[in-house]
C-alpha cells in the first residue's frame, strides 16, 4: 500500500473509531432510558394489581365466614362487633350484608379464600363507579330470616306512608323514618339481579309499643304502622313511617315480609325483621312523646331475637347484628336503608 493511500486510511478509520466513541455514551444513556421506562411500566402494573386486590374484602373466619365479596353500591364496609359470637351451622349457608358490615356465611369446611382466624374486616371502599351493579356482581348475600312475632295480620293495604289509619285518618305520632329496602335475588349462584314485583310488607308498634288491629292491645278495626308496596324494576321500596317505640321484652324493631304470588298461591316467601343501634334509639326516646313512658326495659344485648338463631338454620346465635338498619340524621327525623338478597330457588 502506497503511503498516501496508507494515510488515507488511517485518517478513516481513526476518525471513525473517534465517532463511535464519542457516540457510546449516547447509546447507553438511550438504552438505561429505555430500561428505566420499562421498570415504571411495571412499577405501574403492580400498583393497578395491588388496588385491584385491595377492593376485594377478605372476611374473617370467626365471626363471618369464608367468602369474599365487595361492598354493593349503597353500603360502605364497616366492622361490626356483636353481643355474642354468630356461629353458623351449614356449608351452603350466608347470611346479611348489613348497616354496611360486609358478613357472610359457611361450613367450616368450605374455603374458597385464604383467611385468617380473625374476625376483622379488612376493606378499602372503591369509587362507585369502581362498583358493578348488582346484576353483575354478587354485592349482595343471603339475609338469615327470623320469626314473624305474634303480630302479623295481612291486612292488604299498599301504601306508601303507613302513619295514616285509613279507618279514621288519624296519623301516628313520632320522629318520622323514611324507610327504604333493597331486594335482590340470586341469579346464578354468583350473581343478583333485582327482586321486581315481589310484595314486600312492614308491621311495627307506635311510639307507645303498641300494634294496630289487635285485639290483646286493644286495637281491633285499626290499620296503623301496616301496609306493602310492590318492588320496583330496581327491586326497590319505600316506606314513611315513624321510629317504633318499645314494649316489655323486645327491643326497637321493625317486622317484613316478602312474598310473590301466582294467582292466590303464594310462590314465595321470606320473614325477618330490622334492628336499630341501641344509641340512636336512646337518642329518640328521650324526646317526646317517646320519653313519657321511661326507659326500655330490653336492648339489642338482652333481646332474645336479636341474640337468637335464626329460623332457616343459617345462623346459630347474634342474628340480630346481620339485620340493622343504616340510619341516617336527616332534617325532619331519620333515614334508615338496607339491602337484602334473597335465594328464590
Known amino acids: 500500500m502506497s503511503r498516501k493511500h496508507s494515510s488515507k486510511y488511517f485518517r478513516t478509520h481513526f476518525a471513525s473509531a473517534m465517532k463511535t466513541e464519542s457516540e457510546a455514551p449516547d447509546k447507553v444513556q438511550r438504552n438505561l432510558g429505555r430500561t428505566m421506562k420499562?421498570?415504571?411500566?411495571?412499577?405501574?402494573?403492580?400498583?393497578?394489581?395491588?388496588?385491584?386486590?385491595?377492593?376485594?374484602?377478605?372476611?374473617?373466619?370467626?365471626?363471618?365466614?369464608?367468602y369474599a365479596i365487595l361492598p354493593s353500591q349503597?353500603?360502605?364496609?364497616?366492622?361490626?362487633?356483636?353481643?355474642a359470637p354468630i356461629t353458623l351451622s351449614s356449608p351452603s349457608a350466608s347470611v346479611s350484608s348489613v348497616s354496611g358490615t360486609a358478613t357472610a356465611a359457611s361450613g367450616a369446611s368450605v374455603a374458597?379464600?385464604?383467611?385468617?382466624?380473625?374476625?376483622?374486616?379488612?376493606?378499602?371502599?372503591?369509587?362507585?363507579?369502581?362498583?358493578?351493579?348488582?346484576?353483575?356482581?354478587?354485592?349482595?348475600?343471603?339475609?338469615?330470616?327470623?320469626?314473624?312475632g305474634p303480630y302479623w295480620v295481612d291486612e292488604e293495604l299498599n301504601r306508601s306512608d303507613i302513619r295514616v289509619d285509613p279507618t279514621d285518618g288519624s296519623v301516628q305520632e313520632g320522629v318520622r323514618l323514611v324507610l327504604s329496602l333493597s331486594v335482590q335475588k340470586a341469579t346464578d349462584g354468583a350473581s343478583w339481579s333485582p327482586f321486581t314485583g315481589a310484595q314486600v310488607d312492614v308491621w311495627q308498634a307506635n311510639y307507645q309499643g303498641i300494634y294496630s288491629d289487635e285485639a290483646a292491645e286493644g286495637t281491633v278495626g285499626k290499620k296503623f304502622l301496616r301496609?306493602?308496596?310492590?318492588?320496583?324494576?330496581?327491586?326497590?321500596?319505600?316506606f314513611t313511617t315513624v321510629y317504633p317505640g318499645w314494649y316489655s321484652g323486645r327491643t326497637v324493631h321493625i317486622h317484613f315480609r316478602i312474598r310473590t304470588f301466582d294467582g292466590i298461591q303464594t310462590t314465595f316467601e321470606f320473614t325477618s325483621q330490622l334492628f336499630f343501634e341501641?344509641?340512636?334509639t336512646d337518642e329518640v326516646l328521650s324526646q317526646a312523646p317517646y320519653n313519657a313512658r321511661g326507659r326500655p326495659d330490653t336492648t339489642n344485648a338482652t333481646d332474645s331475637v336479636y341474640t337468637g338463631a335464626s329460623t332457616d338454620g343459617t345462623v346459630q346465635n347474634g342474628v340480630g347484628s346481620l339485620l340493622m338498619l343504616t340510619l341516617k340524621k336527616a332534617t325532619d327525623g331519620y333515614t334508615g336503608s338496607f339491602n337484602l338478597g334473597a335465594e328464590t330457588t
Open 74 to 83: 349503597h353500603q360502605t364496609a364497616t366492622t361490626t362487633t356483636s353481643p
Open 38 to 66: 420499562s421498570r415504571e411500566a411495571i412499577a405501574e402494573t403492580r400498583k393497578i394489581a395491588i388496588a385491584a386486590t385491595a377492593a376485594l374484602l377478605i372476611v374473617g373466619e370467626g365471626a363471618a365466614g369464608h
Open 278 to 280: 341501641d344509641s340512636i
Open 112 to 148: 374458597p379464600v385464604a383467611l385468617t382466624t380473625s374476625t376483622t374486616v379488612t376493606t378499602a371502599t372503591p369509587s362507585l363507579s369502581d362498583i358493578p351493579t348488582a346484576a353483575s356482581q354478587s354485592a349482595y348475600i343471603v339475609d338469615p330470616q327470623v320469626t314473624e
Open 227 to 238: 301496609g306493602y308496596q310492590v318492588t320496583d324494576e330496581n327491586g326497590a321500596v319505600q
